[in-house]
């Protein structure tokens, strides 16, 4: 049993990318990777998704582009106020205003930059520079 979908997705991305693939079948999908993925394509880690129907559910097929360095999801997923946003930019991050992080809010899935804009805290999900 997978416990984490989203991490084994952001781990079999990476690997991928790490031996120059061009895409990712990623088995186990769900809704909110999904918002994950329009959220990294919108920023330009990755090119266009798509579900491609099997028995019994979908596959995901991840172009990618090969500008990922490193993606991981963050467990546990920690809570973070409006203000508190560089602590984990500093922990996560390898520079500043390099990479995102992806933030859970009650405003739904966003960077941590609009989150930033929007004054809302949330709970971190995961990391892409």
């Known amino acids: ?3 984490d979908i989203l991490s084994s997705a952001l781990a079999k991305i990476m690997n991928a990318e790490k031996v120059g693939k061009e895409f990712v079948l990623i088995r186990f999908t769900s809704k909110f990777m999904k918002d994950v993925f329009e959220i990294m394509n919108r920023e330009g880690y990755i090119g266009s998704f798509e579900e491609i129907p099997i028995s019994g559910g979908y596959l995901l097929k991840v172009n990618l582009l090969g500008r990922i360095n490193k993606c991981n999801g963050i467990k546990p997923r920690f809570s973070v106020k409006k203000d508190s946003y560089e602590k984990y930019e500093k922990r996560f991050l390898p520079a500043s205003d390099f990479g995102i992080l992806i933030v859970s809010t009650p405003k739904g899935l966003m960077t941590h930059v609009e989150a930033k804009e ?3 805290g949330g709970k971190l999900i ?4």
């Open 1 to 3: 049993m997978m416990n």
């Open 118 to 120: 929007k004054e809302v």
């Open 126 to 129: 995961c990391y892409v520079y």
